[in-house]
């Protein structure tokens, strides 16, 4: 297994060159500059902002640069936060998204798992059609109307939970990690439903259960293995989007995370801190995958590492 | 159970009160202001800073050698009194005894003169070099800043003693006190910018001179402040501690202002300033901001180079229903060119004040006289922004182009950077415009749309540049002003822009606050602010 981590890790090189390679070459296809945004400035003005971050040198020497800075680990300034380079904005904010995201995909997984497993076992029955109604809610109610009112409710009218912030105290984590969750909640209930409901109708379960199994046996030991897998294979990239911030739920909630920088710095223009979050995105879709493929090794027994 | 769970809470907390009274007595509660930011804080570097919301940070700070009083007209600052030479090109400053900085550093003249040299130092790369190359033209200015001469004492700033700062201009600039504080004149403590670098405005490094002193920079959360001993004007400052909260969405800030965690929001969210207004009524501040809005023509281009084609388009629109009935949230419809500002007799677009059909009338028989009509339809593109209120004018106009002229008219919303860069190509036809000025006063729009700086409208006019000219050699302020709106007139008649409207600006502001005032520049410095 330490081979094939090895394998895949060197593997990703090449995926994040030419990830930034297109990155970096579409975002100057994009009208306008960093600097275009004031229109007074004068051309020297202009001049002396476009030298002092590289912009007056061709574009391939420019790309060069960066790749140079990054394999030193310099992912340059950020040119519209002047007073931090990308790496401090992603260090300084990564962990706060972490901390939401990691929160939110295992209250949505455990949450999720358990009403997928119970609507599976009782179909078609009333504990079934409450779970798919939940499902309903949190898929079709999108989260920047679950944000606010949730606000408005437990936060401005029943004053239990502070409206928005960022805080020592728990209590900060709450709604946002909930609002995050939710729609999560929904969609791995159903796939686990679905799962669940095609596995314990396979042989093996058949099987276990001809051979005398108990109910909760066979479904622990047998048929929650082979039906965690689609869950699985959808939590990993989920959860890479997850922790890298959601610029909705960092925005309505106030979190200072990294969110944002995926969108203001495109509108923005600001291309060090384009490349800097899109590597970083990059890089961790990578690692989920790779996690993975590793469970999924773990859970079924078709999946070998060679 | 409510009631006793809430006299419970009441005892408890009474408990609690009365023991931190008994512990911090004598000592007075500290004040706390908390006021909201809407975006995150770019940078604290006083000499690159340049946007507004940064600059209510850097306006309690630092203090230039004026300050904007509440209502954002300068009084002395640093400097305690001035001199304006004669021709007006020459301003001499003494600054007041005893000044210091936050560390305990004396605080003298050349500061001031260093903050100038790094805001034009190349290396320095701020977009704030253009105030001194162009906005008011210190001598030597824009040879230092362009890299043509490396040498300080060629720019027309010095410091002839600690307590005398001079400033030389290329030609007079009368409105020159409006820029020289906190935001465009802060002075630069060498030492720690020496010691630091860039990180000298970092919590643990700064050294300010302003009302308060920053202790606490968290991005995308808050910023904190507190009140500077070492302040001359420490006495009269009221309040203790601010803490500025990055709240991006503005939704929030209002529940936050709801809740009594948030004293003054950073802006309204458009569609609540009804219900706020009805829920809290003078605690609602809309005013007009130093924006102004309009649409331009690219008279470059036919069929715009011809005025009938214009001045048809411009009578086609109901100016009043675009930003009374469409745009509201506070923008207020403005028929001139520049903003309005108190005492400048500003013209208006002649057909602004039209009655409705004779208006139309008018226009369509322009139209039909510049040779388009339903065999000859003119059709256009209007590039705008994707800002919601420039959405609205966009796509507003185009129907009311359509209705009245039949003319196709075609939205381009696109983001900011987009939609200046197709200005700056040059290949639009009707630009959705605005322009956002220095400061609050005529000079900074009517120096934009001079013909001579290029701007990018490629018009012409003698009769604008005549009065301009006279106008910036006319010390006298309402003799000022009335040259202005003669070149303002002569702007309005070419119908090169259909002037629209002034941009709001928005607040919150919880009536235990006093000594906010309402002004277009937006100057709202903590120091003249008190809390009940």
């Not at chain 1, 002092?52 to 420019?62: C, G, I, K, S, T």
């Not at chain 2, 560390?103 to 790369?125: E, K, M």
Request: charged fraction near 20%; proline fraction near 6%.
């Amino acid at each position: 297994m330490f081979q094939y981590v090895v394998r895949r890790t060197l593997g990703s090189i090449p995926t994040l060159f030419v990830l930034a390679a297109i990155t970096f070459f579409m975002m100057r296809v994009a009208p306008g500059d960093p600097f275009s945004g004031n229109r007074r400035l004068t051309p020297e003005v202009l001049a002396n902002l476009r030298r002092a971050f590289n912009l007056d040198l061709p574009l391939w020497e420019q790309f060069w640069r960066y790749i140079w800075g990054v394999l030193h680990f310099d992912f340059g300034p950020s040119i519209k936060n002047r007073d931090y380079s990308v790496s401090e904005l992603i260090g300084i904010g990564f962990p706060t998204s972490l901390e939401v995201g990691m929160w939110a995909m295992l209250v949505a997984a455990i949450i999720g798992i358990a009403l997928g497993i119970a609507g599976a076992l009782r179909r078609n029955t009333s504990v079934d059609y409450s779970v798919g109604a939940i499902a309903m809610v949190g898929l079709a109610i999108p989260i920047f109307v679950i944000g606010p009112v949730a606000q408005s409710y437990f936060g401005l009218h029943l004053r239990w939970l502070p409206i928005s912030g960022w805080g020592d105290s728990w209590t900060y984590r709450i709604l946002p990690v909930l609002t995050l969750a939710l729609p999560n909640i929904a969609y791995i209930s159903r796939l686990m439903r679905g799962s669940m409901i095609e596995i314990m109708r396979t042989n093996y379960v058949r099987t276990a259960r001809a051979k005398g199994l108990g109910e909760r046996r066979t479904i622990l030991r047998h048929a929650l293995k082979g039906a965690l897998l689609p869950v699985v294979a959808y939590l990993g990239p989920a959860t890479a989007i997850t922790i890298t911030g959601s610029i909705v739920v960092e925005q309505i909630f106030s979190i200072p995370g990294i969110g944002r920088y995926f969108v203001d710095a495109a509108i923005n223009r600001d291309y060090p801190l384009v490349m800097g979050v899109t590597l970083f995105y990059g890089s961790i879709v990578i690692f989920a995958n790779l996690l993975t493929d590793i469970v999924r090794g773990l859970l079924d027994p078709k999946v070998s590492y060679e | 159970m409510m009631l006793a769970n809430y006299s419970a809470r009441m005892t408890i907390s009474g408990m609690i009160l009365a023991a931190i009274v008994a512990l911090a007595q004598p000592a007075a509660a500290e004040s706390v202001l908390t006021r909201g930011m809407g975006s995150t804080i770019g940078t604290l570097d006083p000499q690159i800073n340049f946007l507004a919301y940064e600059g209510f940070i850097l306006d309690d700070i630092y203090e230039g050698l004026v300050s904007p009083d509440p209502a954002g007209e300068p009084v002395p600052g640093a400097a305690e009194t001035w001199d304006i030479s004669d021709d007006g090109l020459t301003y001499t400053f003494h600054l007041r005894d005893g000044l210091k900085w936050s560390n305990g550093d004396p605080l003298v003249a050349q500061d001031f003169v260093n903050g100038v040299i790094r805001t034009l130092d190349p290396a320095t790369a701020s977009d704030k070099g253009y105030i001194f190359t162009s906005t008011i033209s210190v001598v030597g200015a824009a040879a230092f800043n362009g890299g043509e001469s490396t040498d300080p004492a060629s720019v027309g700033v010095s410091a002839p003693d600690d307590k005398t700062v001079v400033i030389q201009l290329e030609k007079p600039a009368p409105y020159a006190l409006y820029i020289l504080n906190s935001f465009y004149f802060p002075p630069l403590h060498k030492p720690s910018f020496e010691a630091f670098g860039g990180d000298f405005i970092k919590p643990e490094n700064i050294v300010t001179n302003g009302a308060y002193h920053l202790i606490e920079n968290v991005p995308q959360s808050h910023v904190t402040l507190v009140k500077s001993p070492t302040y001359w004007g420490a006495d009269s400052v009221k309040i203790d501690k601010v803490i500025y909260q990055i709240t991006e969405d503005d939704n929030t800030a209002v529940k936050l202002f709801k809740a009594g965690e948030q004293d003054i929001t950073y802006d309204i969210p458009s569609d609540q300033i009804e219900a706020l207004t009805a829920e809290f009524g003078d605690q609602v501040h809309v005013t007009s901001s130093t924006e102004t809005n309009y649409l331009s023509f690219n008279i470059t281009k036919p069929p715009f180079d011809d005025i009938r084609v214009r001045q048809a388009l411009a009578m086609a629109l109901d100016r009043d229903a675009i930003i009374n009935k469409v745009v509201k949230g506070g923008y207020v419809l403005n028929c001139g060119y520049v903003i309005p500002v108190p005492n400048y007799p500003q013209p208006q677009q002649a057909d602004c004040a039209m009655p409705k059909d004779e208006r139309v009338a008018k226009a369509q028989e322009l139209y039909a006289e510049a040779g388009f009509g339903p065999d000859n339809v003119l059709a256009l593109s209007i590039e705008s922004s994707n800002n919601d209120a420039y959405k609205k004018i966009a796509e507003t106009a185009a129907v009311m182009w359509k209705q009245t002229l039949g003319v196709e008219a075609k939205v381009n919303a696109q983001d900011r950077d987009s939609w200046l860069a197709a200005f700056n190509d040059g290949n639009w036809q009707v630009f959705n415009d605005n322009l956002v000025g220095d400061f609050a006063g005529p000079e900074t729009f009517l120096a934009y749309m001079d013909p001579r700086a290029e701007a990018g409208y490629g018009w012409q006019s003698p009769e604008y540049e005549a009065a301009y000219d006279k106008a910036m050699s006319t010390e006298d302020q309402a003799e000022r002003y009335k040259l202005l709106a003669e070149a303002e007139r002569a702007l309005l008649d070419t119908y090169l822009v259909i002037p629209l409207s002034s941009s709001p600006s928005r607040a919150l502001v919880n009536s235990r606050v006093s000594g906010w005032v309402d002004n277009p520049a937006g100057w709202h410095s903590t120091k003249y602010m008190s809390v009940q």
